[in-house]
Structure formats: structure tokens, C-alpha cells
């Protein structure tokens, strides 16, 4: 980060990576009867959950680009005079994951460069692992750039590709030589395409309005437009939306023998009503709650979840109990306060706990005296079980046992979702019995990861898995690659 402060990269090994990971949403569509704006805040709003840091759109009206890039929340980032004033029926949009304390505006998108052969817009979601190699290249080639993001490296070596190529030709040879996770949406003068990385780690689907098409990184974003789901765009796909609005041209430009899927998109960062990689992930955490019955089911007389990113996982689990006679009861112990921001973002250790009493607050009728389980998600520093478990202590709850509808967080994540660094994950290098004692919890259980695959209805070999396993499906400096990946390493520039 420009500012030194982003909370992934901090261990020497995880300096091996430029830039900031980004998790975050993109958006591009294609109309026939209407400016493209409207529609473009309207899907940024639905994807605001995907980041929060800043948001951009940037048009083009068939002479010239348009763009608004603000730091902020979609509602603070426009007024009514900016999306009036971006002209033109085809548009790209972005909102940006928070980084701690960044401020910067340079790492905010969609990121534009204009060239010989046109103006190129760009809006990214992932995280690139060899930006520093391709960046080096084309800077001693006389590329200048204006900030140390990766998505400003894609750009560039697309611009210069296009000098050369053609558009489906110019991509290709990007694709060829970029290692990473990457969703793109892509705007070259007028006409909108979607990329999604060969191993497709994150999310991109295709969307059918009434006058064009949309590519976007969740489904609940087509769902806003009233529109519908088309499909997902496939791993090592790009979608070229014909500016006509009679559909869109699909090129399927690398092949691999194994996708990457991020299982965490379904666990935790997705929009339950979101349909990513054909399910629908309120369905997945409901499956892998009722698993997580399966597999370490514990009788106590309420099961709660951690709200709100537990509540699907809780509500699976209840009926999986009750369907076997348990007495458990579903019951909501903890009341969330809407107006705090994800505690992630609260750059201390004190803050972060603070943010989480701030944020949740317990229900005692359905506490006091009570043998409790509580289900939450996933555990990551241990900061949210270690002050819930003492609060319903706190409360009067006889017994608290911990349920977790994920493996163990282990590892760092490099392929765009902001986790922590390996020395602030409470399960980097410790036993489930020594996080159980040290969040003070009468039991604990996780998920397999043979569960995950299972609900998720997929290969294990075909997901990432690398923040639990520490083996990852991208050739990073320092770290072990998966053996499902091994035969796609980093590409030779
Ligand atoms: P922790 O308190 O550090 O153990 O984090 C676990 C809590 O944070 C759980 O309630 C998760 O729902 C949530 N969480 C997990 N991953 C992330 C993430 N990447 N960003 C923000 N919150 C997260």
C-alpha cells in the first residue's frame, strides 16, 4: 500500500506481493435505449458489500470517456449531477474493498488510460501475483504508472497489446502473461467485455436486460436491474457484450484441467441471494450448517448464530438437529447494531474488540441459564469468539460450545480477500483444543474440508482452498503451490 498500512502483506513472505489485495465488485454493461449510469449506481449499490473503500463508474457515449471516481460508500460517492453527467449507453463500474486506514484515491477505479488505439477502462476484483514482474517490464519499455495496484499493470500491458492486436488477440496475450485471481470488467472505447481468470477464483456472471447485457461479479446485482441470470462467466472466458444489445460474443480463451474457485466467496464474502458458480449461496451455508450437525452436532437447548454472518449456517443446523429429534432450538441470542461498519476494517487490536461489542449485544432471555452452541462462519484472529463467548458468559449462559462452518483459517489469503497475516491467524499454529481453551468456549468444532466440497457441490480439487491448506492454486514466492495446480506456474515474461 502507498501508505504502508494494508493488514495482509506484513510477514517478509507476504511482501512478496504488490500492491494491496482487493476484494471487491465490478460491473459492466451494455445498452441500447438509456445511459448506462443509472444502471451501473444502481448495481454498485447491490455490490456494496464487496467493498467499501471507494466507488467509480466510467462511460463512454461512442466519442469520449466519462468518469467519476470518488472515495466513500455508492450513496456518498454520486449525486445526481455526476451520474447526469456520465453520457453514454455503455459503462464499467467499481466499489473497492477497505484497506486499513487508506485514503488513497490513486487504488480506487475503475482505472482509465487512453492510447493510440483507443480508451481503455478498467475494473478489476482479485489480485495478481506477478504485477511486479510485468510492471518492471513494461516500465523499462516506458510505461510510467501512477500507482503501485495491479490493475494499472493489466491495463497497461493491454493498452500495449492492442497496438498490436486485435481485441480478442490483444486480451489473450495479456491472459498469457498475468498470474493471478482476476474478474475484469473491461471497457475499450464503447464496448464492454468480462474476463474471468483461467482458474476463476472470483466470481463473474452474464446478465440479460431489457435493452443489453451486464457482466457483474454477483448474480444479486442483474437481480437489482431486474434482469436475468444468464450463467457465469467460465474460468479462462471473455465475454465481448455486442453494442447492438443483441447478446454478447463468447471466446474461451485458456482451458485448465482444474478451476480455483474460492470456497470463502460462498463461506462468508458473497450476498446470500447471490447465485455464483451455479448455487445459490444461501443454499451452500445452509448445507454446510446441516453438515456441520453431521459431523459434531452437540444437544444443548438453544443454537444461535453470530449475526448476521452466521445465520444461514444456524438456521441449517437447527433443522438438521431437529430432523434427528434433538432438542436444540434455533434462536436469535445476539442483536446486531446495523450503523457499524465490518469490524475488519478497525486497524488495532483494541479497536477491533471495541468494534465488536459495539456491534452485537446479547438477547439474556434466550441466554441466561442456558447450554448455548454458537455458530458463526469462520474464525480468523479469534477476536469475535473470544469476546461472544464472554459475553454470553457474561449473561448467564450455563454452557457455550463453538460451532464453525468452515476449516480452520490457517494461511494468508494472496488471491484478493483481506484476511490477516500469518502471525495474526489464531489457527496458523495452534490445535483446535488450543484455540477451544483459548477463546474460552466449553467445545469447539469446525467444518472439513471434504464437507465444504460436498456442499458446494464441487471437486476439492477444483476450489482454493489455500487459507486453510497453505498450499495455494498460484505459483506466490515463498508459499507452496497445490498439486491439483502445479502444471500452471507462473508464466516466463
Ligand atoms: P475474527 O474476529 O478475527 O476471528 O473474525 C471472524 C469474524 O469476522 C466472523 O464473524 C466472520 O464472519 C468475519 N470475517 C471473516 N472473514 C472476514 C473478512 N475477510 N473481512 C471481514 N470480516 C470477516
Known sequence: MPDGRDPVPSSPTENALSGPTEKCGVVGVSLTERDAARPLYYSLYALQHRGQESAGIVTHDGFQQHDHVEMGLVGDAFDEDDIESLRGSAGIGHVRYPTAGSVDKSCAQPFTVSFRSGALGLSHNGNLVNADDVRDELAAQGHAFTSDGDTEVIAHDLARNLLEADLVRAVKRTMGRIHGSYSLAIMHDDTVLGVRDPEGNRPLCIGELEDGYVVASESAAIDTLDGELVRDVRPGELVVLRPDGEGFDSYQLFEREHTAHCFFEHVYFARPD???????????????????????????????????????????YAEAAQEEDSKVEFAEGLMK??????????????????????????????????????????????????????????????????????????????????MATRDELIAADKSTEEICDEIEADSLAYLSTEAVADALGEERDDLCMGCVTGEYPYDIEGEEMDSAHAANPKPEL
Open 274 to 316: 447471490s447465485v455464483i458458480d451455479g448455487s445459490l449461496v444461501y443454499e451452500v451455508r445452509r448445507e454446510l450448517g446441516r453438515k456441520l450437525w453431521d459431523e459434531s452436532g452437540i444437544d444443548t437447548d438453544v443454537v444461535m448464530p453470530v449475526p448476521d454472518s452466521g445465520r444461514a449456517f444456524a438456521s441449517g
Open 337 to 418: 447494531n446495523r450503523y457499524v461498519g465490518r469490524t475488519f476494517i478497525m486497524p488495532t487490536q483494541d479497536e477491533r474488540e471495541r468494534a465488536v461489542r459495539l456491534k452485537l449485544n446479547p438477547i439474556k432471555s434466550t441466554v441466561e441459564g442456558k447450554t448455548v452452541t454458537l455458530v458463526d462462519d469462520s474464525i480468523v484472529r479469534g477476536t469475535t469468539s473470544t469476546q461472544l463467548l464472554a459475553l454470553l458468559r457474561d449473561c448467564g449462559a450455563a454452557e457455550v460450545h463453538m460451532r464453525i462452518g468452515a476449516p480452520p483459517i490457517a494461511a494468508p489469503c494472496y488471491m484478493g480477500i483481506n
